[in-house]
C-alpha cells in the first residue's frame, strides 16, 4: 500500500487544532492520530529477511528499544553463511536521533562467541546487557558476561562449575541459567539442576555443583554473582543459613538439599522483584521433600546484602505460639515484592496469626515501624483479613512501591458496595486493593460468579463440539475427495495414501487443538483468560502504575454499566483514588462498533525478551502509562471509522475517548488471513512513545513489505528522504565489473549430520511405495474412520477421537517416516 502522507501544515490532528510544523510536514503525520504524533520507522528499512519477536524493551526517556529478531543485520556479524553462526536469536538497540532510529548489533559476532544468548537489560537506559557467551565452538559451555554502553564485553564469572572444563556439555540445563538481576545488572542470578547419578557418569565422575553445594540429585540449585569490575572464580550459594558469602573455600549450611529457587517461580509461582533494584535483598524458596530434614514445608527467606538470611514466611513465637506446632505447617509461596527489596507479600494456609484459617495473603514490611526485639528485621502483617475463609486465588499486581495490592479472593473482606452499586459475593472471584500505607481493603469487583463460570463452561463445551463437527466434517469430504480422484485414475493408489495419511494427521491436529485448547474467546478462552488475571504466573494480562492508583484488566463480567457484550471480554482501568472502574475497550462513537465477538476480545501485550526476575519487566510490554491516563491495547474491532472490518489494531484510550494508533488496515492480513503482523510492543513511561509492529508502509523509509516496528510518537516524524538523482545517457549503464560473488551456502561448505546431504551431493530422494495391507493398526483405523463416517452427524466427532485414540498414534508416525525417507 501507499505511505497515505497527509499534506503539509494539515492544522491539527484527533485531539489537537495544531500540531509542531516539522511534525505536519512529515510524511509519518497522519491526521487520525492523537496527541500530534507521527510514524517513525524505528527498525532498519531492511532487515535481511528477520521477523521480529512481538514486545520491545523501551527506555524511560523513549529514545531506545531493545527487540530481538531472526537475522543478522546492523553489522551483527553472525550472518548466515558463516560456517560458526550463532544459532541464537539477535539482540539489537534501536536508538532515536536526529536523522531516524539507528540499529546497533548487540549481540557479538560469531567469530568472537560462536555461542551468545541475551538475559537481561539494566532498567531506566538500556545501557548494559547481561549475556552467556561462548570464546569456543563448543555451544553449551558458556560463561556470564556483561555488555556496557561502549560495546565491550567484561568476564563476570564461568558459567559451568570447573570440574566440567573441557567436557562437552550436551544441555543448557548442564550450565548456569539465568533467573533475575539488579537494576544494573552488577548482581546477577542463576539457577542449576544438580546432576542425577546417571549425569555424572556421562562427565566422568564430575559434578556440575560447585564445592560445597549439597543439593540433592536432579534438584535447584541458586546462584550469585557480584561485579565488581574483575572476573569471579565462581557464584555464591543463596539457599544458606550462613553468615557472610559461602564460596568452596567456606562450609555450606544449606537451608533445603531439596533446593532453592528464585522467588517460588519454579513451584509455578512469581518471581516478581524477587532480586530488589539494588541487588541487596533476594527472596527466596528452600524447598521440602523426601530426605530433606528442614523445611518440613516450602518456606520463603530472604538473603540480605549475601550475607544474612531471614525466615519470612516461618510463624515466631511474638505473632503465634500455638503455630508453631509441626501439624498443620502448610508451604508459603512468593508472590512479589516492591522494587526496595523492603515489602514482600506471598501466600500461605499456614496459621501465622492466632485464629487465621484458609488461604491467606501476608506481607512481611522489613521497614515496618513494629519492628523491635520480637522482629528485629520486620513485621508480618494480614492482608486478607475481614474473612474466616478468605480463599485468596492469587495475586493480580503489586505496584513498584509496594503501596498496593491488586488480589482475588473467594471470601467477603469487605462489606458495603463498590462505585458500581456491586458488592463481594461469597465463593465468587472477587477482586481487592489492599493499600500497605493505610491498612485498608476495598472491593473493586467481582470478576466471575460461579453461575457465571458454570454458563461460560457450557458455552464453551457447545462451542467445543460445533468445532468439532466442522473438523470431522472436513476431514470426510477430504476423504471422499482423494477416494474419488484415485477412482478416476487421477491419482495414483501411493499418492493417495499418503494424501490421505496427511488429511487424518490434519484432522487429529485439529481435533486434539479443540479438545485441549482454548474455548470461545480465541487464543486464550474466556474462563482460562479471566482466571488469568490472577493466576500465579508471571505473564498476567494486568497492569499496574508505579504507585499502584491505577490497574488496566480485562474480563468478561459486565462491570460497568455500560458493557453490554454478554460474555465477550472487555478492559478496564480501576482508579484506587475514585474507587471507580471504567471501560476501556469502547468504540470511538456509536455507530463505530464495538468490541462484539471474542475474537475482537481486547489484548495488552506481555513481555517477550525477559524471564520472570528480569530488571526490565517494569518496563518491558507497557500498556499502561505511569500516570494512569492513557491506555494501549489492540483489538480486532473497528473501534474508529479509519480502521477497517477484521483487521487487528492498536488503540489508545485517554480520557474517555479511543483513537486509533496503528493504520487501520493489516493489508498483510487482508491479503493473506492468519496472524496479524500488528502487534503492540509497548510504551515508554509518558505514553510519548508508541511501539508496534505492523507490516504495513507507514512511511517512505521503509523499504519492504514484511514486519517492521513503529513509533507512533508525540511531536515526531522525519523529513521524507532526498530524491534519488536520476541518470543521464551514459550514465545509467551499470558498471561492467564483474558480479560480486556470494559465500558459498552453509550447507555447501559445513559437513551434514544425520539425514542432511551437502548440496552438491544430494539425490532427487527415492519414492517410497507404501505396503498395502503392511499395518494391521492403519487397517483397523480405516475401518473405524468408514465406520464413523455412517454414524449421525452428532456422533460422528466423538466416533473419530474413539478412532483416533485406539489406532491413531503409530499410524501417523508410520506416515510421518514415509515423507521423510526413514
Known sequence: MGTGAAPALAAGDANSAHCAPNTESSPGFRTYLPDCRAYELVTPPYKAGGTLLSGAAVSDDGEHAIVAAGSAFAGAGNDWWQTNRNPSIDAYELTRTEGGWQPTALTPPATTFPHSAIMAASAGDLSSTLWGAAPTTVQYNEDIYLRNAAGEFSLIGPGFQHDLTGEALTGSSEELEFAGASADLTHSLFWTNAFTAEETSNHHGHSNLWPGDTTDEGDHSLYEYVHSGSPDPEPILVGVSNEGPVRSDAEAHLISSCGTELGSSKAGGSAYNAVSASGETVFFTARSGSGCVT????????????????????????????????????????????????????LTEQELLPGQSGMNLYEYDFAGPE???????????????GSTAPEVQGVVRISGDGSHVYFAAKGVLTAGKNAEEHEPQAGADNLYVYDTVTGDTAFVATLLTPAEESSIKEAEEEERSRREAVAVETYFAQVSTIEHERERGEISVEREQELLGLAFEEAEAQLESIAHGPGTSGPSGTLAEDESVWSTVDSRPAQATPEGRFLVFPSSAHLTPDDSSGQVPQLFEYDAVSERLTRVSIGQNPTDGNVDTFHESPVIPTSHLATTGQPTSQQEALALSADGSRVLFTSAA?????????TTNVYEYREGAIYL???GQDASFLSSPGESSVRLGGIDPSAADVLFTTADQLVPQDGEPQQGLFDAREEGGFPAPAPTPGCVGETCRGSSAPAPQLPAAASVT?????????????????????????????RRLAAALRACRKKPRARRAACVRRAIKSYGAKVRAKNSDRRSGR
Do not use: M, W
Open 295 to 346: 523445611p518440613a514445608v516450602n518456606e520463603l527467606y530472604a538473603r540480605i546484602a549475601g550475607s544474612r538470611t531471614v525466615a519470612v514466611s516461618e510463624p515466631s513465637k511474638a505473632d503465634c505460639e500455638v503455630c508453631q506446632t509441626a501439624s498443620g505447617l502448610q508451604k508459603a509461596s512468593f508472590a512479589g515484592a516492591s522494587q526496595t527489596g523492603e515489602k514482600v507479600f506471598f
Open 371 to 385: 519492628a523491635g526485639p520480637a522482629h528485629p528485621d520486620g513485621k508480618i502483617a494480614l492482608l486478607s483479613g
Open 638 to 646: 473497528p473501534l474508529t471509522p479509519q480502521a477497517t472490518t477484521g
Open 661 to 663: 494508533i496503528s493504520d
Open 750 to 778: 559445513q559437513p551434514g549430520t544425520g539425514n542432511v546431504v551437502p548440496l552438491a551431493q544430494s539425490k532427487p530422494a527415492a519414492k517410497h511405495k507404501a505396503k498395502a495391507g503392511s499395518s494391521v493398526r492403519a
